[in-house]
């Protein structure tokens, strides 16, 4: 089984990019799925989590209103859009999977590799 998140880049403040993850070998269409952050010297945290479903949305108090999680079950696969990036935001960004949660990610079994997103001021 394999997460593989891409999308990350170099990007100045304000900009926006947008991360995707797709699976393969099983898929998570029926449970919840979400994004997770490490910046240097930091431990990782939460940012965002979707349900099964796609109706359920969770984000990380410091990225509301800014970032926006999807998914797409039909192809297996789920996006963070990132928008009026900040310095802050810097970080290896992680997907994850939830195969005990179908409503929020808690506990993640499953990580992507993680893709690196650079904000420059």
């Known amino acids: 089984v394999q997460l593989q998140a891409c999308g990350g880049g170099l990007v100045q403040a304000g900009g926006s990019l947008r991360l995707s993850c797709t699976t393969s070998?099983?898929?998570?269409?029926?449970?919840?799925v979400g994004w997770y952050r490490q910046a240097p010297g930091k431990e990782r945290e939460f940012v965002a989590s979707?349900?099964?479903?796609?109706?359920?949305?969770d984000y990380a108090d410091s990225v509301k209103g800014r970032f926006t999680i999807s998914r797409d079950n039909a192809k297996s696969t789920w996006y963070l859009q990132m928008n009026s990036l900040k310095p802050e935001d810097t970080a290896v960004y992680y997907c994850?999977?939830?195969?005990?949660?179908?409503?929020?990610?808690?506990?993640?079994?499953?990580w992507g590799q993680g893709t690196l997103v650079t904000v420059s001021s």
């Open positions: 070998g099983r898929t998570f269409n029926s449970y919840a």
């Open positions: 979707i349900n099964w479903s796609g109706l359920r949305t």
């Open positions: 994850a999977a939830d195969v005990r949660n179908s409503n929020s990610v808690r506990d993640p079994d499953y």
